[in-house]
Structures are given as C-alpha cells and as structure tokens.
C-alpha cells in the first residue's frame, strides 16, 4: 500500500470569517502521484498550497503532509517540500547561484551540499551561464526556473507548485515538465501541481481534483471522472464512402461513431464491422478530454457552490 502524502480532512480558510477561499477540502495523495488540482482564478488553489506548507492556519479542519501537521511542525514539513507560489520570491540583490545556496542553508544544507547541489540544478535549467549576474537582470523565464531550482534544492519528497510553466518559453516549459516527470517517475517525488492550463494538466497529471469557488467538484482519474460526469468513450471508424452500418452515428467525411461502455469493447465492434462487410480505413478510441469533463462540471455543480 502507497504511502500517503497528502491528507486533508474538511481542510477549510476564511479570511474575514463570513467567506471561504477554500472549504471543506478532503483528499488523500497517494507518494509518488502527479495530481493535478484544477479551477480558475479565485478557485482556492493558492490557498491550499499555503495550508499544505504552513503558511496559513486553517480556520477548519486539518492536512498533514506525509503524516506531519504543517500547523504543529512547520519546519519539518518545510524539509519534505518545495514549493513555487505566486508569492515565492527571492533576492534581486543576489545572483543566481548565492540565491540557491542561500535557501538551501536555510533548509539545512551545508554550503559544500548547496554548491553542489546548484551546480546541478543552474546546468539543468539552462542557468549556468548567468548564474553570477543578479536575479533582477533575470527575464521571467529565468527567474521562473530558478523559483523552480530553489523549490528542488534539498530533494523534496514533495513538489507543490502553482502555475509552474507560467511565464516560460516552450523550450524551458519542456525541460521543467521533462524534470518533474522524471522525478515523479524515477524517484517516486510526488507533484501537486495548480493551474488552470486543462491541456497541460492532462498531458502531465495522472489524476486530478477540479476545484470552483473553493469547493471541490470531483477527485479521480480520467476515467472515474468521466465517468461521473456521463461522457463516455467513443469508437471512431472511417468507412468506404457509401456504407452506413446501423445502430452507429454518421458523423461527418466518412467518419461513424459509437459509444462505449469499456475499451474492451473497442476490438470486438471493429471485428463486427469488418466481417459484416464494412470497409474500415481508420479506428479511433477517443477519450474524454479533461476540457470535456471541466465544463460539464462546471455546468453541473458550480452553480451549486
């Protein structure tokens, strides 16, 4: 059994007391997971990020991070964790290099395992060669993947990261992705990432939880999710001009659909069709899209919040 890295119980903040930013969340990550935490701004994604790290207090319920309160024992939970916030800032003052080594003693690195470390990181995000010039030079890109060294300094076990890509070009945005992966993949780093980029969460998450006007919506897979919101899969065949199988949809060029209760079922609607027959130039198993099942939350329950 995966251990869990993050658990929150009807987590919840107010910060006037009458309206909540973030209310009764309940999750449970388990190590190693890429979760992907989904909504638009003002949805409470910021928020929990700042619950889950300690730097605010809930107004209700509770989170742990591999079963460490960040209320009760900040710094601890602060060693298992990096995290790039809206608010993460660092030293304009300061170059490149002395920012990481300065964050990575705060953590408790020695100077040598910061160096060492930066060398690393600064090579790997393309930072090395400005890595003595000072961070206010930094365009936004640069400055955005050094945010994200800094959050990977001492080999967090937990990367927390709201809107990672922003800001980057698509060359710096791969190699961030590229790394996350990687480290979810190979070292079993568990990545709780926010956005409102539906697109990019699918292409990087393995799950996900849709958050709107600090409720969450629903929490799963792909799968599971279009699952409770009814959009189904869909066979997609493209016939000889002129046949028209019964019980499937015409759709367009050629092209007929049907639904599917499983992809099991994919093989056996395929064989139907060829030896009734039908001439099928092309197959496709589409999958609901994570836009699909966004909106029609959205629709559904967010109305409701």
């Known amino acids: 059994m995966s251990e869990i890295a993050i658990h929150a ?14 209310h009764d969340l309940s999750l449970e990550i388990p190590s190693g997971a890429v979760f992907g935490f989904l909504g638009p701004n003002g949805a409470g994604k910021t928020t929990a990020v700042k619950l889950l790290t300690g730097l605010l ?12 309160s960040p209320v ?11 995290a790039v916030t809206e608010t993460a800032r660092m030293y304009g003052r300061l170059t490149g290099m002395q920012n990481l080594i300065f964050f990575g003693q705060v953590i ?11 060398e690393t990181l600064l090579k790997s995000f393309d930072l090395w060669d400005v890595r003595d010039k000072c961070l206010s030079s930094y365009s936004t890109g640069m400055a955005q993947c050094l945010s994200m060294a800094r959050a990977m300094i001492a080999r967090p076990r937990l990367l927390l990261l ?27 780093v568990t990545v709780f990432l926010c956005t409102h980029q539906l697109q990019y969460a699918q292409n990087f998450c393995n799950s996900y939880g849709i958050v ?3 409720k969450m919506l629903a929490c799963g897979d792909l799968e599971s999710l279009s699952r409770e919101v009814g959009i189904p899969l869909r066979a997609r065949f493209r016939l000889r001009e002129g046949q028209t199988p019964k019980h499937m949809e015409c759709l367009n060029d050629g092209w ?39 909106f029609k939350l959205i629709e559904w329950k967010g109305e409701e919040t």
């Open 162 to 188: 709201d809107e990672p890509v922003s800001g980057l070009d698509v060359e710096s945005a791969l190699r961030v992705n590229t790394m996350m992966t990687n480290l979810a993949a190979q070292e079993g």
């Open 57 to 68: 207090k809930p107004t209700d319920g509770s989170c742990a991070i591999f079963g460490i």
């Open 212 to 214: 709107s006007k600090g």
């Open 256 to 294: 007929w659909g049907s639904d599917l209760s499983e992809e099991e079922d994919m093989p056996d609607l395929l064989q139907n069709l060829v030896s009734s027959g039908f001439d099928v130039f092309e197959a496709q198993l589409v999958h609901p899209s994570l836009e699909d099942i966004y």
């Open 9 to 22: 119980q009807k987590l919840s903040k107010s910060y006037n007391g009458a309206v909540y930013a973030l």
């Open 72 to 82: 009760k024992k900040p710094c601890e939970v602060h060693r298992l964790c990096g």
């Open 108 to 118: 408790g690195l020695t100077k040598r395992e910061c160096r060492q470390r930066a």
